[in-house]
């Protein structure tokens, strides 16, 4: 792809290093951005510059949050009885949207891959472990059950069981659930529409 202009050039190398992005999807968006007014183009920097300075992980749930804590912590309406344990924060907005659910949540940031050499130090498992054990900031003798909403993937399913068993070593009385089947297996939380979500959450069964 050489031809273009240096500035050009560093533009399509960083597009085309998003997610789902190839080549030339690329050329397409730094054409269009190149096309588009200064202003419109200079919003897009400046909203990818403020996500980078102003969003931090939450201390409690590890969800993105703009302050110490994320905005579902913060709201003393959620039921601090349970925790939906998830792989990323984009699963939290998945299962939000289906406002079946009115918990808390903890945001693993992965899901356990020996293969790719992701252990349990390398997520956010202990952090869990210590929030319902009472050692962590906010956490809460109060959860009674823990939903392992990692995805149904082999990495996802791997991740549940051994969190499961780690938990019930630790606190036997917890009730433990995993999402119902009828997510597409293999597939991603976030990719699923949140009728499915909300059926599988609805659904849930305990391991
Ligand atoms: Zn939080």
Redo the contacts with the bound molecule.
Sequence with gaps: MSGYAPPVQRLVTELSKLPGIGSRTAQRLAFHIMRAPAQDALALADAIREVKEKIRL?E????L?DQT??T??QDTRRDRSAICVVEESSDVISIERTHEYHG??HVLGGALSPMDGVDPDDIKIAELYARVQGSAPDSDEAVREIILATNPTTTGEATALHIAAELRARRPELTLTRLASGLPVGADLEYADEVTVGKALAGRRTV
């Design positions: 939450c409690v749930c590890f969800n949050a804590r994320c579902i912590c808390l949540y």
